[in-house]
């Protein structure tokens, strides 16, 4: 995987547990 490809996947991950509380 390229930075980009996991700084995005990262990002998504953070949000998610924000929002769903995981």
């Known amino acids: ?3 980009a490809t996991t ?3 990262s ?3 953070l949000d ?3 929002t ?3």
């Open 1 to 3: 995987m390229d930075s």
């Open 16 to 18: 998610l547990e924000k």
């Open 7 to 9: 700084k995005a996947l």
């Open 11 to 13: 990002t998504f991950i």
């Open 20 to 22: 769903n509380l995981f």
